[in-house]
């Protein structure tokens, strides 16, 4: 399985970007596709996931209500809206997927991406 995200930028804050990510290398129909994201000097943390089936998410405090995961089963990708961003929402964000159920932990995903950084100015 491979994941390639892209869409990374800088905004200034109040902003959007729509971040996507691609997925190739195998039918990911039963799979839980999250973002995450890494800041310089901290650990990665979840963002938000969504399943591929029934399409249910979940998304970290610090982000609901400002970004909406979403999927396209036919084009195999997983999109992160992001609005009204703001300078702590500045990281490296990450796609990821996981065989098994739903998880909010990093460590319990089975397939990355690359990266793309988001830079939001002050």
């Known amino acids: 399985v491979q994941l390639q995200a892209s869409g990374g930028g800088l905004v200034q804050a109040g902003g959007s970007l729509r971040l996507s990510c691609a997925t190739s290398?195998?039918?990911?129909?039963?799979?839980?596709m999250g973002w995450f994201r890494q800041a310089p000097g901290k650990e990665r943390e979840f963002v938000a996931y969504?399943?591929?089936?029934?399409?249910?998410?979940r998304y970290a405090g610090s982000v609901k209500g400002r970004f909406t995961i979403s999927r396209d089963n036919a084009k195999n990708t997983v999109d992160l809206q992001m609005n009204s961003l703001k300078p702590e929402d500045t990281a490296v964000y990450y796609c990821?997927?996981?065989?098994?159920?739903?998880?909010?932990?990093?460590?319990?995903?089975?397939?990355w991406g690359q990266g793309t950084l988001v830079t939001v100015s002050s």
């Open positions: 990821a997927a996981r065989r098994s159920g739903p998880s909010s932990w990093y460590v319990e995903y089975d397939y």
């Open positions: 969504i399943s591929w089936i029934g399409g249910s998410t």
């Open positions: 290398g195998r039918t990911l129909s039963t799979y839980v």
